[in-house]
């Protein structure tokens, strides 16, 4: 796949890019309790961090597949190349860690009751510019984060306030308990930056002119625009262990994956995190670095239906659309072989993580494999005859089911193009639908740009590692993720009682309720569950391999492996 | 004497004044033709593209806000930015505002829209430029053998047919796997630093942007000069003894300069909207991707910036053509004046 910038159109929360990744379920599972170093020779490395950082390194040369981000004001980082430079520069109150765990960072936290959390802050944190790090702060980047300009304001919906309670301490206090807040503050939604910097800055703040005043382990010491950016380690870190292992980090924006490819294998790049599963075969035989395979990961492949009329409104049809979808055989064929297939609506990642306790991933796990025997046989000849007459009994006789893809996106061409295939076997009649990127964007959260649409695919991500935020999106009333207007009291009340408790075990049983009561409806499907994935030269360690690296100082973590 | 000196002196004075309005026609016309025009020219394309990149389907909000902002921040925003006037009351203000220099934001970057183009501006110029002096060197030399020699004639038109049939694209990639991943001589991507920097990490991309035209500017030359080498007045040339390369100096070269230079030119200000795919191939940051993107973003100021640098370019190019080609053809500055007359 070539992967053009313009797909960077399609992020946010439910960012559709075409990303892949590789793993098989097996390696996944192994991987998802947390880090892992691995045998180098493997062929398929499905790790959460990959070796270790032995020593410095004088410079170490990275690209953004993505191209140069628009900004790296914090909380409008919402996507894979921002987030990454964000992270490297900036210090969120929590620690987000390659298993998706979450620890302490500049702030330690409390929660005195499910309405108030408190952070302490860490004292001697000081920004680049020397001055210390406050709770006047924090105070101005929670509220700057929670401001309707930017994109992760939904974020504080239920925040009631935000105030500085003494020098190092801020307390949120909330109108309704929110089981995801907390989480966020380990990522770019959390990150702290100088107040006083920020003002001035004004609306060029995170620009290429206006840049940001933050804390991080490096220092953001040029940006050309369409050229590159310069990071340099910053020797004042509160932190020594978390003090960068290369002095300067070179940012390049190249964003066609073959010359990514290219200038790997050449060792004018040091490596890259959303490589393109199109370079898989030619990365993988490089004997200058290693091909890796991340996980826990939060990118997934969904299919949903695009709106509650038309021809998909018979939960008949739509059920045997479905049946039509061989999920592993599409893992294989459009992801060579090294996505795995996905049987529920929640992605596996999303509760396969470090953030569950395992008795959490238990009821995940039972519920899921339930759903799993159901429909790995679908996609068989068996399958499409079933799907044939379900369908006819639903009403249907030929009608256009119009699926919507990503214009110039080779890899959801394919996938489409195998849907399309698949479903003509049991005599439905798919037709292909290109969007181009900002209107496909669109219709990701606006009816009215899904109009004469009956299928939506594309890829999307969750910044939190938790099945609560795309299904609390996907099943309140009225909400615009909820595309076919889905309605059931039950699952309303199981997906509020998950927001309000922070017993994760509960959160579990309560979202697997709710999970039996939705899934049979096929509102959508995750098909794929991807792992991130990335190239590393040879000779360089301590890399985070997992999805996490975007809300991680993860370039500051790569050192010399020797 | 006396019945003849007044008409002699009207005569003058007629002659005068007859001269005085050819000229002033004549001045008239080169403002209308090389300024009035381009002007208009300008004009138009800017109504035209902030028009298109209006009617392109899509929020570009989206970009700002993510796609799970609610309604109302959209509206918010879109309020405080300015995108819910309407569409001739945003398009005459970013005109006003062009016309005292300043061409605005960008709406995705949020800088201004000089600072964001100037440095990729840089990149492109000296690409393109780089490519034009291989283009002009390589393919005017090409053209000039084979046209000269029709020995050579035959090789030269293998090598533009293979160059012409090779796709910018497939170029880079083959260049770049050859010259910097096996032989390591140049880098596969970036702008490098300093001039010799610069100019070692263009090397590649050059090539790759100038193979098709270097190809087409051959054939043209190669055919300007075959003409003229069978022209009469060569022949006399010829039949005078001349030097070889006097006669292809002074009278083959000279007569066959307007079309070479004519196709040369506008093919190096073609380049300029061309270099994208050479600028995606070479992960080079130049106006060409930022083209695109912005027009993917719908970032309209910068779309119109960069649209506009693209007409000035040709406008500024087919202008300056213009005065070259009555500079060098005696035979264009009299049809001029005869015009006048």
Redesign the interface.
């Known amino acids: 796949m070539n992967r053009h910038r313009t797909e960077r159109l399609s992020r946010g929360w439910a960012a559709c890019a075409a990303v892949a990744a590789l793993a098989t379920l097996a390696a996944a599972c192994s991987s998802s309790s947390g880090s892992a170093t691995p045998a180098a020779t493997s062929a398929n490395l499905v790790v959460g961090t990959y070796g270790a950082a032995k020593g410095n390194l004088s410079s170490l040369t990275w690209d953004l597949p993505y191209g140069e981000p628009n900004t790296i004001d914090p909380p409008n980082t919402a996507f894979y190349n921002s987030s990454l430079i964000a992270a490297n520069l900036c210090d969120p109150l929590l620690r987000l860690n390659p298993n998706y765990s979450i620890s302490p960072n500049v702030a330690v936290y409390r929660q005195p009751n499910p309405l108030t959390l408190v952070f302490n802050l860490r004292s001697g944190v000081k920004f680049w510019d020397g001055s210390p790090m406050t709770s006047a702060d924090v105070v101005w980047s929670l509220q700057h984060s929670a401001s309707p300009s930017t994109a992760v304001a939904f974020l504080y919906a239920n925040v009631k306030s935000i105030t500085a309670t003494g020098p190092l301490q801020v307390t949120v206090k909330f109108k309704r308990p929110d089981s995801l807040f907390l989480f966020e503050m380990a990522t770019f939604v959390g990150m702290v930056q100088e107040k006083r910097f920020a003002e001035r800055a004004g609306s060029k703040l995170g620009s290429a002119a206006g840049k940001i005043m933050c804390s991080g382990p490096y220092e953001l010491t040029s940006w050309t625009p369409g050229t590159g950016m310069t990071l340099t380690a910053n020797p004042h870190y509160w932190s020594p262990p978390g003090l960068a292992h290369s002095h300067t980090v070179h940012i390049e924006f190249d964003t066609n994956s073959t010359s990514i490819a290219q200038a790997l294998i050449a060792g004018q790049l040091n490596g890259a995190y959303e490589i393109s599963p199109a370079t898989i075969p030619r990365l993988r035989s490089a004997d200058n670095g290693k091909l890796i395979f991340g996980a826990p990961s939060q990118l997934y492949l969904t299919l949903s239906v695009a709106r509650p009329t038309g021809v998909l409104a018979s939960p008949d049809v739509r059920k045997a659309m479905f049946m039509t979808i061989n999920r592993a055989a599409l893992a294989k064929a459009a992801y060579f072989g090294a996505a795995i297939p996905n049987y529920t609506q929640m992605n596996v990642g999303s509760w396969k993580n470090g953030s569950w306790p395992a008795a959490a991933q238990k009821i995940f796990s039972t519920a899921y494999a339930g759903f799993e025997r159901q429909k790995k046989s679908w996609g068989t000849p068996a399958a499409f005859a079933a799907a044939k007459k379900l369908a006819s009994a639903g009403g249907y006789h030929g009608q256009p089911i119009v699926l919507a893809t990503l214009a110039g996106d080779a890899t959801l061409a394919q996938v489409a193009g195998l849907i399309q295939g698949w479903a003509r076997e049991a005599g439905l009649n798919v037709q292909i639908k290109p969007m181009q990127p900002l209107a496909y964007s669109n219709a990701s959260y606006n009816a009215k740009y899904r109009a004469g649409l009956d299928l939506l695919i594309g890829v999307t991500f969750n910044n939190a590692p938790s099945p609560l935020e795309p299904i609390g999106l996907a099943y309140s009333p009225g909400n615009p993720y909820n595309y076919t207007n889905y309605h059931n009291p039950k699952v309303v009340a199981d997906i509020n009682a998950s927001h309000a408790t922070s017993n994760l075990v509960e959160q579990a049983r309560l979202l697997t309720a709710a999970q039996a009561i939705y899934e049979p409806a096929y509102n959508s499907q995750t098909l794929v569950q991807f792992n991130e994935i990335m190239f590393l030269t040879n000779g360089l360690g301590g890399a985070t391999t997992s999805f996490a690296y975007m809300n991680e100082p993860s370039l500051a973590l790569i050192g010399s492996a020797k | 004497m006396l019945s003849t000196a007044p008409t002699a002196v009207l005569s003058l004075v007629h002659g005068r004044t007859e001269n005085g309005l050819i000229r002033g026609a004549a001045m008239l016309s080169h403002v209308r033709r090389w300024i009035v025009a381009p002007l208009a020219t300008l004009l138009a394309a800017s109504f035209v593209l902030y028009t298109a990149v209006w009617l392109?389907?899509?929020?570009?909000l989206?970009?700002?806000?993510?796609?799970?902002?609610?309604p109302?921040?959209y509206r918010?925003?879109a309020h405080?930015l300015g995108l819910d006037r309407p569409m001739p009351v945003r398009y005459w203000d970013w005109l006003t505002n062009a016309v005292h220099g300043n061409f605005g934001t960008s709406l995705?970057?949020?800088?201004?829209v000089a600072?964001?183009i100037a440095?990729?501006l840089l990149?492109t110029l000296l690409l393109v430029g780089y490519a034009g002096v291989i283009i002009t060197v390589l393919g005017v030399t090409l053209g000039i053998i084979g046209g000269m020699s029709p020995r050579a004639a035959p090789y030269t038109a293998g090598l533009n047919g293979l160059g012409v049939a090779i796709p910018g694209f497939v170029a880079?990639?083959a260049l770049?796997?050859v010259f910097?991943?096996k032989l390591?001589w140049f880098?596969?991507?970036?702008?490098g630093q300093g001039l010799a920097g610069r100019l070692q990490h263009l090397t590649l991309p050059a090539f790759a942007l100038a193979i098709a035209s270097i190809a087409y500017v051959s054939q043209i030359t190669r055919a300007a000069v075959s003409v003229e080498e069978q022209s009469p007045h060569v022949e006399t040339a010829r039949g005078r003894g001349l030097a070889g390369p006097r006669i292809l100096r002074r009278h083959v070269l000279r007569n066959a300069a307007i079309p070479i230079m004519t196709v040369s030119a506008l093919t190096v200000a073609g380049l300029l909207a061309g270099a994208i795919v050479v600028e995606?191939?070479?992960?080079l940051?130049?106006i060409g991707?930022?083209l695109?993107?912005s027009v993917?973003?719908?970032d309209s100021n910068v779309v119109l910036a960069i649209g506009l640098i693209l007409v000035l370019v040709f406008v500024m190019t087919t202008t300056v053509l213009d005065f070259l080609q009555h500079l060098l053809d005696p035979r264009l500055r009299l049809r001029t004046a005869a015009s006048w007359h």
């Open positions: 392109q389907p899509g929020n570009p989206t970009l700002l806000l993510g796609t799970k902002a609610s109302a921040q918010y925003l405080k995705v970057y949020k800088q201004s600072s964001l440095p990729r990149t880079a990639e770049t796997a910097a991943v390591g880098p596969v991507l970036g702008t995606y191939a070479f992960g940051g130049g991707s930022l695109v993107q993917s973003d719908k």
